[in-house]
């Protein structure tokens, strides 16, 4: 299974970008998607989660300025980011809960990070 994300890029404080990561490959189901990100000599941390059932979990940095939510095909998640600010400038990964088989369990998957710098 591959995730591929992309939208990240440079924008000025109060401005918005919208990610996107899409799932390929041996896929059953998604049960879970989100977006982690990691700042230069931090931690990763979670960002915003969205199940299968469209039901969302929000860092408290981030409520109220982004909003994750999946794709029609299930298989691609979103996050629109708005009123960015310098502290959101991170490596920003999406991650996915995934099924290959019927009936298998649930392995966890990664993508290779999208770059979001927020200065002016």
């Known amino acids: 299974v591959q995730l591929q994300a992309s939208g990240g890029g440079l924008v000025q404080p109060g401005g918005s970008l919208r990610l996107s990561c899409a799932a390929s490959?041996?896929?059953?189901?998604?049960?879970?998607m989100g977006w982690y990100r990691q700042a230069p000599g931090k931690q990763r941390e979670l960002v915003a989660t969205?199940?299968?059932?469209?039901?969302?979990n929000y860092a408290d940095s981030v409520k109220g300025r982004f909003t994750i939510s999946r794709g029609n095909a299930n298989n691609t998640v979103y996050l629109q980011m708005n009123s960015l600010k310098p502290e959101d400038t991170a490596v920003y990964y999406c991650?996915?809960?995934?099924?290959?088989?019927?009936?298998?369990?649930?392995?966890?998957?990664w993508g290779q990070g999208t770059q979001v710098t927020v200065s002016s």
């Open positions: 969205v199940t299968s059932g469209a039901s969302t």
């Open positions: 490959g041996r896929i059953f189901a998604i049960n879970d």
């Open positions: 991650n996915a809960g995934v099924v290959n088989i019927k009936y298998g369990p649930q392995y966890r998957y």
